[in-house]
């Protein structure tokens, strides 16, 4: 059984070596973005106890925890990560911050089916990321904001996951335009699903 020094002890190292050493970090950000969901957990949560990180990077890791969270259905702490990173953010008052942190409690609510205040927080964050001129936060936000609001505005959501596509395919990003991909899928049906689709048909 491992003692619960040893553990802490490399909880430490992995925590440091965000910050400290570069190489050691590029090896944990592989691990980090390899790693199922509950090592994530682990993972990230040892890196935040870096006293060295930058707000940028504090952000980035509670996003990744955020995200690992709402995989293994934790979504009142992911809730707690999200509200944790836009109270970052604002302390920062920088725009990229905020259009991050904003994104990831939109994709929270989302998931909590408050789709009323995700809409909101969505809408903020696609204007804090505009003002960032972040290409790759805009893209984020517009996504945020299609999943929030498909079903009750599926144009306006087809609209903005048409946008978020064209952006990801520009940055390169092959895996959030695959996601973009599927939400338009979504929201394609959603806009189909209408009383007068619904009515039977007689046969040919």
């Known amino acids: 059984m491992k003692s619960p020094g040893r553990a802490r002890g490399r909880g430490a190292a992995v ?11 590029r090896a944990l950000r592989l691990r980090i973005e390899s790693a199922p969901p509950r090592e994530l957990v682990e993972l990230v949560t040892a890196a935040l106890d870096d006293p060295g990180l930058r707000p940028a990077q504090r952000l980035r890791l509670l996003e990744q925890r955020v995200n690992a969270r709402l995989m293994r259905l934790e979504l009142r702490d992911a809730e707690a990560d999200a509200q944790a990173m836009l109270a970052l953010a604002e302390r ?21 089916e408050r789709t009323t205040a995700a809409s909101t927080h969505a809408e903020a ?32 959501a087809a609209e903005q996951t048409t946008e978020a596509m064209r952006r ?9 335009q695959g ?4 939400v ?21």
């Open 15 to 25: 925590a440091v070596s965000v910050s400290a050493a570069p190489g050691a970090a």
């Open 92 to 112: 920062t008052k920088v725009d990229a911050h905020r259009a991050r942190a904003l994104a990831s409690l939109a994709h929270v609510q989302t998931r909590q």
């Open 125 to 156: 964050a696609v204007a804090a990321a505009r003002r960032s001129r972040r290409r790759e936060l805009i893209a984020l936000a517009l996504l945020r904001q299609a999943t929030a609001g498909f079903l009750t505005q599926p144009q306006a």
């Open 168 to 176: 990801f395919a520009a940055l390169g990003d092959l895996a959030q």
């Open 179 to 182: 996601h973009a991909t599927r």
């Open 184 to 204: 338009l899928a979504a929201v394609r049906m959603a806009e189909a699903d209408t009383p007068e689709h619904r009515k039977p048909r007689a046969p040919c």
